[in-house]
């Protein structure tokens, strides 16, 4: 492999902070950088201050990589912060949920009645035989009560495992057994594309595969025909599954009576708040590690100051709670925050292409936080379904889960900001619990592609193969401009304390390839204004005739042409160069492939960003293999273009796309 990263794609469109956003913006002095990076326990600190704690910590930081402990000493509970605190304050009859279900019918739950809620529900807990250091398997929709479960658990010191309502029984019982949970909470449905997914169904197949530690399945009624449908619509057919008495329970049956009053257990800040399990490329899914204290710390500012968190805002984050995002900017930052959030169960697409913008000029929401994958596609769909809603309540825009191309970027920002809303690019992941890298938006010029600086208090650094590159602590702060590794070099609170019962997996994942740094795995540059440019996952990387290039820069360049919606790029053995460059691409709405098209796009990218980066092939397509948070699979995609058998497809939103993909490419080849 080369010493760098080549980066080629050069953007230099900026958008500067505007004044009037300015003058009302939770923090827009500059300032904060240089003070955090000179003391960032001090600056961490500052904030754990902001949350309650039954007792204080004795001291902020312990670190001996890979092991951090913060707020040491301190005893805190994250439901308390997230939820009493408000409930027994100014907030008590504040919306701490306002939820919106596809087939139509919403719901708003005040600070009060959640308290009351997680309280009934905690004490149901109890006395299913739940309690402080056990573990709950978590597989619901997203609706209010996958909330109050995660607070539930928390409450009472029981660590949740929330595991995403579309994976399989396989999968379930994989990571329920991998956590040892005593119990799964379920629905006996969910709400999809006018269909039921039979999530208790598939509990009992899990069960079935075998899961010991499961004494009992608890099961929320939401979609049967006593369910909360309230739009007169009879509820679709579904697997209701079978009921075995003496281990399964109904919510209603047992949650109603409940008292409201169940004091929170007061926790080590260092205590297991939740395992979230993460696939891994290879091997079977991580299960990673947040603890308390760090953890609401890092959830808490970040929501504060990268989303501009004020309490008049209804916070929009469209990621389902079985990701890390709808931990961290569903529940657990913004009600920190004493936000009010906004949550939707359904598709974007239901009934109608609109469906995103209708929910956000019904409910007034202010702050839209949502992955490029889900701006790809309305970009494709056309602007015709945003320009018929009313979506002035906006005034921010974020984005997470992937580089968003330059193109996506400044659509966004037109078509769904209308100029008038910042666009903050969030980089971070599962592992570090909160957002990372961001703009923020009172303070920070963006620039399209590019996710700016480190949030103040942490430390980035783009490290060549050797392990050498400066800190970047802030805006202003340059090293070589170039491409590398991204690391982490300093301990910050909301990182994963590990991998469940894993911890050399933990050392040599993340702590192995530099010495006392965290090794993310990206693939990112610097520019020359200090800039910092995600390139996407590192195994992704092409070697091209000796550089390594970003498929990311490849796929901008040809998003960047007004034909195309979306593409994927991957490097393909080659005798010669190694690699070549291969890409698939999806058309915008109203785009038809014609004879000279696939020409027209390699003769673009190579005039965007060199003749170095020309695709030697495009496969023009109708979908990509994306997970369920909407991550394109390139591996899988290797492995079609190579013309080898598929590898692992388990955690594929849509397994059908790619055989599709691998019959068309095949068939196209002959
Ligand atoms: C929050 C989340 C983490 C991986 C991460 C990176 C990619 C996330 C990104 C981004 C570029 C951004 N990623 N945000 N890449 N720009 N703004 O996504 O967590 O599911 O664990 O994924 O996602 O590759 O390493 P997770």
């Given amino acids: 492999m080369s010493e760098t990263i080549q980066t080629l794609l050069q953007e230099n469109r900026s958008f500067p902070p505007s004044p009037e956003f300015i003058a009302q913006a939770n923090v827009s002095d500059p300032e904060i950088y240089a003070k955090a990076a000179a003391d960032p326990e001090a600056f961490w600190e500052s904030w754990a201050k902001q949350l309650d704690w039954f007792e204080p910590w004795h001291t902020v930081c312990e670190f001996t990589p890979p092991d951090a402990k913060w707020f040491v000493g301190g005893k805190l509970n994250a439901t308390y912060n997230c939820v009493d605190r408000h409930a027994n304050g100014a907030r008590k009859d504040k919306p701490a949920i306002i939820w919106e279900a596809e087939p139509g019918n919403s719901r708003t739950i005040t600070y009060g009645e959640l308290k009351d809620e997680v309280s009934r529900l905690a004490n149901a807990f109890k006395a299913l035989g739940v309690g402080k250091g056990d573990r709950v398997s978590v597989y619901m929709p997203m609706v209010p009560e996958l909330a109050y479960v995660m607070l539930a658990c928390a409450r009472i010191g029981a660590a949740h495992s929330v595991v995403f309502g579309g994976f399989s029984a396989e999968s379930l019982e994989e990571r329920t057994n991998d956590a040892d949970c005593k119990l799964i909470v379920t629905a006996d449905g969910g709400w999809r594309r006018g269909h039921i997914v039979p999530l208790k169904a598939t509990v009992d197949e899990a069960m079935d595969l075998g899961c010991p530690s499961v004494s009992h399945v608890l099961v929320l009624k939401h979609v049967g025909p006593e369910g909360t449908l309230t739009n007169g619509l009879a509820a679709p057919k579904y697997n209701e599954g079978v009921w075995q008495e003496g281990r399964d329970v109904w919510w209603h049956e047992i949650v109603p009576q409940q008292s409201t009053d169940c004091p929170c257990e007061p926790m080590d800040s260092e205590d297991l708040l939740f395992i979230l399990y993460t696939s891994g490329s290879t091997g079977k899914p991580k299960g990673i590690v947040h603890t308390t204290g760090g953890y609401m710390t890092g959830t808490y500012a970040t929501s504060k100051w990268v989303f501009d968190l004020k309490d008049e805002d209804i916070h929009f984050c469209t990621a389902d709670c079985g990701?890390?995002?709808?931990?961290?900017?569903?529940v657990y930052g913004p009600m920190a925050n004493g936000a009010t959030v906004l949550m939707y169960e359904g598709a974007p697409d239901t009934p109608d292409k609109d469906r995103l913008w209708r929910i956000i000029e019904k409910h007034k929401a202010t702050i839209l936080y949502t992955a490029p994958t889900a701006i790809r596609a309305f970009m494709k769909w056309g602007t015709q379904y945003p320009d018929r809603c009313d979506m002035s309540s906006l005034r921010l825009l974020g984005s997470v889960g992937e580089p968003i191309n330059p193109e996506a970027w400044i659509w966004y920002h037109e078509t769904i900001g209308?100029?008038?809303?910042?666009?903050?690019?969030?980089?971070?992941?599962?592992?570090?619990?909160?957002?990372?890298?961001?703009?923020?938006?009172?303070?920070?010029?963006?620039?399209?592609?590019?996710?700016?600086?480190?949030?103040?208090?942490?430390?980035?650094?783009?490290?060549?193969?050797?392990?050498?590159?400066?800190?970047?602590t802030g805006p202003g702060v340059t090293g070589k401009a170039g491409g590398g590794f991204l690391v982490l070099t300093k301990p910050w609170p909301s990182m994963t304390r590990g991998i469940f019962n894993d911890p050399a997996r933990f050392q040599r994942t993340y702590w192995s390839r530099f010495e006392n740094a965290y090794f993310a795995g990206?693939?990112?540059?610097?520019?020359?204004?200090?800039?910092?440019?995600?390139?996407?996952?590192?195994?992704?990387?092409?070697?091209?005739?000796?550089?390594n290039i970003s498929t990311m820069e490849v796929e901008s360049a040809l998003v960047d042409h007004p034909s195309v919606a979306e593409a994927a790029v991957i490097g393909k053995t080659h005798d010669l160069k190694g690699q070549a460059i291969s890409a698939f691409v999806i058309l915008r709405g109203g785009h038809e492939n014609h004879p000279g098209l696939v020409d027209e796009l390699k003769g673009h990218v190579a005039h965007k960003i060199g003749a170095l980066a020309r695709p030697d092939d495009i496969f023009v397509c109708a979908e990509l293999p994306k997970t369920r948070s909407g991550k394109i699979m390139r591996r899988l995609l290797r492995d079609v273009a190579e013309g080898r058998a598929l590898g692992d497809t388990t955690t594929l939103a849509d397994p059908a796309v790619v055989a599709l993909l691998k019959d068309k490419y095949e068939s196209s080849e002959s």
């Avoid at 980089?427 to 103040?456: H, N, R, Y």
Wanted: proline share 6%.
């Fill in 323 to 330: 990701w890390v995002t709808g931990h961290s900017y569903v």
């Fill in 522 to 547: 990206d693939g990112v540059k610097l520019d020359e204004e200090g800039y910092l440019w995600l390139l996407g996952r590192v195994d992704d990387i092409m070697l091209v005739s000796g550089h």
């Fill in 418 to 472: 209308k100029g008038r809303c910042p666009v903050v690019d969030t980089w971070w992941q599962t592992e570090t619990g909160a957002i990372m890298i961001t703009a923020l938006p009172g303070i920070t010029a963006t620039k399209p592609g590019s996710a700016t600086q480190p949030f103040p208090g942490i430390s980035v650094s783009v490290y060549s193969e050797s392990g050498v590159g400066n800190q970047i």
